[in-house]
């Protein structure tokens, strides 16, 4: 299946991660959970709604959406 969609990236080098993971706390979809390495990852990608939030408020500017990608 592709589907043309948001991918949200993030870029665990510049995440600390913050102590608040203010990313998870502020996604409307919940898309994103805590790992085992204690930084967010991506675990529905296909209900980002691209609201960007998470971009936007992440301190260290660690969250990257491409829109538009192709994921299979
Ligand atoms: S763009 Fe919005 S819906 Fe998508 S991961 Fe970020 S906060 Fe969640
Ligand atoms: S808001 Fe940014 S620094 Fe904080 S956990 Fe999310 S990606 Fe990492």
């Known amino acids: 299946m592709e589907k043309n969609k948001t991918e949200v990236l993030i870029d665990y080098n510049k995440c600390p991660p913050c102590s608040e993971l203010v990313c998870i706390g502020v996604c409307p979809q919940g898309i994103l959970e805590k790992g085992?390495?204690?930084?967010?990852?991506?675990?529905?990608?296909?209900?980002?709604?691209?609201?960007?939030?998470?971009?936007?408020?992440c301190p260290v500017q660690a969250i990257i959406?491409?829109?538009?990608v192709v994921l299979k």
Do not use: F, R, T
């Open 65 to 68: 959406l491409e829109p538009d």
């Open 36 to 57: 085992e390495n204690g930084k967010p990852q991506v675990v529905d990608v296909l209900s980002c709604n691209q609201c960007g939030i998470c971009e936007n408020l």
